[in-house]
């Protein structure tokens, strides 16, 4: 078994390219053409494997989900236009009308408004839940629940859930868990190793190789039984554990159209070649820093789930053995003390994204919860003081200058 960069550079290409190209070539076409009429017809018929129009597959788009697969090892894997349409692609093939599914209330904010007010015009419920109360997860789940949907590390309260508890309540009940790993991609996470089914990644973070472009993936690791599902029983008799991936290829995502774009693609492709090297620095420069903040006065509640002091420590360090993410919070005295921090800064910038080549920092409660009210906020863990900081892979004493620079000043 090769390594896990080496495993990226050697997938092989799907055929050989005639001028001996190393990459993949961005085939930037929608339509493939066909030698004979009964050609195209069994292309159609799906009695030969082939790309048909670029809106189901395309040669770009499918090298880039074949090096996923190899390197997550899992069954197989879709690649779309964001994550958003990851996770609404998802929801719409395994849920219908009537049907509930029950996540963690600390979740990304577009994915929380996707779930309370998107999916509820179609009758679809969405039970939120505090991911660390095992209880109450099992009490949430009834006959019409089709899914637990978790999120590896939540953000920006930080959270890791227990996913090998998670997992038993989902086989007990024969429930599909679905994890958004985002902050903890390949080869920061291993969701094989713990029982998760289908894996969620926003692609536009680490993999983008920095903020290079949006896309998102779907990994299904085939070990749910999607004769359980009533919208996917027929199906699965006919494909078996490819049930989900063919229904998605054959149906869902073919009609929604929110296909990843051959140039994405080949951007992301390209990120994952240096995705290790990315992940162990930015990664490494996240303790430097969250180490070092917590020895300053002023500076109050560094979280980093690779600190000592982080309430989650085991089981950060269980799941994520070698990197803990690159995103730390901390708090200042006042919502002033933060603002004035975050403008005297000059090397990291005030930006939303996360997992950037670039360090950057943001003040939550009023931007990314700024639709929330104060209580709600809170009780996400959301203060007025809280700051979100997402380490880069710049040099890390140019980093702590910047921060020590900044202090003097607020
Ligand atoms: C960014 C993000 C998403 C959405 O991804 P897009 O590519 O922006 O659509 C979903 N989940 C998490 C945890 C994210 O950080």
Redo the contacts with the bound molecule.
């Keep these: 078994m090769k390594g896990f960069t080496t495993k990226i550079l050697n997938t092989e290409l799907p055929k050989k390219d005639p001028y001996g190209s190393i990459h993949i070539p961005i085939y930037d076409n929608v339509a493939f053409e066909f030698e004979s009429s009964k050609e195209i017809s069994e292309a159609f018929l799906g009695r030969i494997n082939r790309h048909v129009y670029s809106r189901i597959s395309n040669p770009t788009v499918e090298y880039f989900e074949k090096r996923i697969k190899v390197l997550t090892d899992s069954l197989g894997v879709l690649a779309l236009s964001?994550?958003?349409a990851a996770i609404s692609n998802l929801i719409l093939t395994v849920v219908g009308a009537g049907d509930n599914i029950v996540c963690t209330k600390y979740i990304?904010g577009?994915?929380y408004s996707l779930f309370s007010y998107t999916l509820k015009k179609f009758n679809i419920e969405a039970r939120f839940v505090d991911p660390q109360n095992h209880e109450e997860i099992e009490r949430a789940i009834d006959d019409k629940t089709r899914l637990i949907f978790l999120?590896s590390i939540t953000?920006p309260q930080l959270i890791v859930s227990d996913f090998e508890k998670i997992t038993k309540i989902a086989k007990n009940k024969n429930i599909l868990l679905v994890v958004?790993t985002?902050?903890t991609p390949p080869p920061i996470f291993k969701a094989k190793d713990f029982g998760i089914d289908v894996e969620i990644i926003?692609s536009?973070?680490f993999i983008s190789a920095g903020a290079t472009s949006?896309?998102?993936l779907i990994i299904d690791y085939g070990t749910y039984n999607w004769g359980n599902n009533p919208y996917l029983k027929e199906y699965y008799k006919k494909f078996g554990p490819y049930t989900l991936l063919s229904k998605l290829r054959n149906e869902v995502y073919r009609n929604l159209g929110a296909c990843l774009s051959p140039h994405n693609a080949f951007l992301q492709s390209l990120g994952l070649e240096t995705i290790h090297l990315r992940v162990e620095k930015a990664c490494k420069n996240a303790l430097f820093i969250a180490n070092y903040l917590n020895y300053i006065d002023i500076i109050k509640n560094v979280r980093y789930p690779g600190l000592e002091s982080f309430p989650d420590y085991n089981l950060a360090i269980k799941y994520f053995p070698v990197y803990q993410g690159s995103i730390l919070t901390f708090e200042l005295p006042t919502k002033e003390k933060c603002f004035s921090f975050m403008d005297n800064l000059k090397i990291i910038r005030k930006s939303t994204n996360?997992n950037d080549n670039r360090s950057l920092i943001i003040h939550p409660a009023t931007t990314i919860f700024s639709e929330y009210d104060e209580n709600d906020r809170l009780k996400l863990g959301v203060t007025n003081t809280t700051i979100r900081l997402s380490v880069g892979i710049e040099d890390v004493e140019d980093l702590i200058e910047d921060i020590n620079n900044s202090l003097k000043k607020i």
């Design positions: 964001s994550g958003m990304f577009n994915t999120e953000n958004d985002t902050a926003s536009t973070k949006i896309g998102g996360i």
